[in-house]
């Protein structure tokens, strides 16, 4: 899967369960602003935990996966 394909999955994942929000200052966020925002957080802890992958010994399973992550992060921000 393309880390574009991957980014719009995370975001309609995320859209179903998503609602619009009025923040503290009154400002409104769009229910595709909060499945976004959600869809960072999941992939940010993805990449922080990228490292504790087990039976990683050689350690190019991690840069490989971190390097698609990054980009499906990147994908989400361009949406």
């Not at 999955?9 to 959600?38: P, T």
């Not at 993805?46 to 490989?64: A, C, F, Q, R």
Request: charged share 30%.
């Amino acid at each position: 899967m393309t880390p574009k394909d991957k980014a719009i999955q995370l975001i309609d994942a995320f859209d179903d369960h998503a609602e619009s929000r009025i923040s503290d200052n009154g400002r409104g966020f769009d229910k595709k602003y909060c499945s976004k925002q959600c869809a960072l957080i999941a992939v940010d802890e993805i990449l922080n935990n990228n490292n504790k992958i087990p039976g990683n010994v050689s350690g190019l399973h991690t840069i490989e996966n971190t390097h698609y992550w990054q980009e499906v992060k990147q994908e989400i921000e361009r949406l």
